[in-house]
């Protein structure tokens, strides 16, 4: 076990730097100097609790207008909306992750036959390995709504507007009841649960210590909600295990409502921003998807099965050159990208950075109407192709 000096000397400042200054932003660095040490070198994730020092304005309206039409009829959406965790699934469901006929996740859409440690299992072996794969991803969704729960708390309290308030006291609602069925299913069905990932910690603890609320708008609603979005919709158009994918239908429905939250709720705000602020909010949303998309590199899983195989080095450069990656990186930045276009945020300045990372393929296409579920439960319907 590395002690946390012997930690910390991996990374002198200049390194640290590196890893949140790609955008070359020093106030985007600055803010994210913290999680980074907290995150990605003191790796508080570990830990069985973390403490974060929250600090945001709370607003309160004694007028109690209802002036935000579009927020309003989503608070109503909400309302008629919520479901029983306990009562609308079916939990008698048998979940085997060796039952190949339901499988939770398809080896080939995994990065795994890719390792050559992997192909000389033997089948009962790959099966463990893909077990161990899908509880990773879903620990980290559980880890990502218990940060959402959090977040809402604070955004409802934060934003401005009473119709704003209304719905933010559903997601609440929504935010708990999914940490209960993640938790629900991994600790009852699968019987693995994994730590939070580095970058994914990193970027609660960011968002829970910045007083800006519309940071907190920016990096739950539009970017870590739209990521899950696109994340959930591949795992339940991938699955066959039907527990999993009927309560991941439900998850999706929340979902849909609290990115198209975000979106309304930033839209005329970014568009009227000064600039220097509107550009601190496009280098910060930037790091944030690096930060995302880095979260898949699933090192937990990794140091359990493939860290005495394998380099870190060569692990990440297998899963980010992988089907498996290139599958998540489109399913998940093609609702994003289009909503930071939305809301202001893809100028021609960060643009390359987009670029360079292979995410910009899908600036143009239309943004999908959240709050209309329909087609995304659809979208996760139909067979998914490997590109």
């Not at 913290?34 to 995150?39: D, K, N, V, W």
């Not at 994914?200 to 979005?229: N, P, S, V």
């Not at 990440?316 to 998940?332: C, G, H, K, P, V």
Request: charged share 25%; glycine share 6%.
């Amino acid at each position: 076990m590395t002690s946390l000096l012997e930690r910390a000397s991996e990374y002198s400042p200049s390194h640290l730097l590196q890893k949140v200054l790609r955008t070359g932003n020093v106030r985007v660095a600055l803010n994210l100097l913290g999680p980074a040490m907290r995150g990605l070198v003191m790796h508080n994730g570990k830990q069985p609790a973390s403490d974060m020092q929250a600090s945001h304005m709370v607003h309160f309206d004694w007028t109690y207008q209802r002036d935000q039409p579009e927020l309003r009829k989503l608070y109503e959406v909400a309302k008629v909306s919520q479901w029983n965790a306990t009562t609308d699934l079916d939990w008698s469901i048998n979940v085997d992750p060796y039952d190949s006929r339901f499988d939770l996740f398809p080896e080939r859409m995994s990065p795994l036959p890719d390792i050559p440690a992997y192909r000389g299992l033997s089948e009962r072996e790959k099966q463990t390995h893909r077990h161990g794969l899908v509880s990773w991803m879903l620990s980290q969704f559980l880890h990502g709504e218990q940060g959402a729960l959090f977040a809402a708390c604070q955004v409802t309290e934060a934003i401005q507007w009473l119709d704003g308030k209304l719905y933010g006291s559903t997601q609440v609602v929504d935010e708990g009841r999914h940490v209960e069925v993640f938790y629900r299913y991994l600790n009852e069905k699968l019987g693995k649960l994994y730590t939070v990932n580095d970058n994914l910690y990193t970027l609660i603890d960011a968002l829970m210590t910045d007083g800006r609320w519309d940071l907190k708008f920016l990096g739950m609603q539009i970017m870590i909600e739209g990521l899950a979005l696109g994340a959930f919709g591949t795992m339940r158009q991938t699955s066959r295990e039907p527990l999993l994918r009927e309560l991941l239908k439900y998850v999706i429905t929340d979902e849909a409502r609290h990115v198209h939250y975000g979106v309304v709720a930033l839209r005329e705000h970014y568009h009227t921003l000064p600039e220097k602020d509107r550009r601190e909010r496009e280098d910060w949303a930037f790091e944030v998807a690096v930060l995302m998309r880095n979260r898949f590199f699933a090192h937990e899983f990794y140091d359990e099965f493939y860290g005495q195989t394998m380099s870190r080095k060569q692990w990440d450069e297998l899963i980010l050159n992988s089907a498996y990656m290139r599958n998540f990186r489109q399913t998940m930045f093609r609702r994003l990208v289009p909503n930071l276009k939305r809301i202001n945020l893809m100028s021609d300045r960060i643009r390359p950075h987009y670029a360079a990372l292979g995410l910009l393929e899908w600036e143009h296409e239309k943004a999908a109407p959240e709050l209309n579920a329909t087609d995304l439960i659809r979208d996760s319907d139909a067979p998914i192709q490997l590109h």
